[in-house]
């Protein structure tokens, strides 16, 4: 084999791994924010139902399961300090 043609498949072979890369990154970010929304909207439901016998409820919709989600425990928190000082 010529040094020229095993350069270029090289090339061509860390091309196509860039392009790769690049196009998946969109899926990657997409699959982390819709497991971050099911991870919030299960623990609102979780919350919804043990405070359902002290007469407490948040909304769960897909906004407030996504901040639940991807802020965690200070989304938590934010969530319920919105409920009690904005109604």
Request: net charge positive; glycine share 12%.
């Amino acid at each position: 084999m010529d040094l020229n043609l095993l350069l270029a498949y090289g090339f061509g072979l860390l091309l196509v791994y860039i392009v790769a890369r690049i196009l998946f990154l969109p899926f990657k970010i997409l699959w982390v924010a819709l497991w971050n929304g099911v991870v919030g909207g299960l623990t609102l439901w979780a919350a919804n139902l043990a405070g359902a016998y002290f007469g407490f409820h948040l909304g769960l919709n897909p906004l407030t399961a996504l901040i639940a989600g991807f802020l965690g425990l200070p989304g938590f928190a934010l969530l319920v300090a919105l409920r009690y000082f904005a109604t």
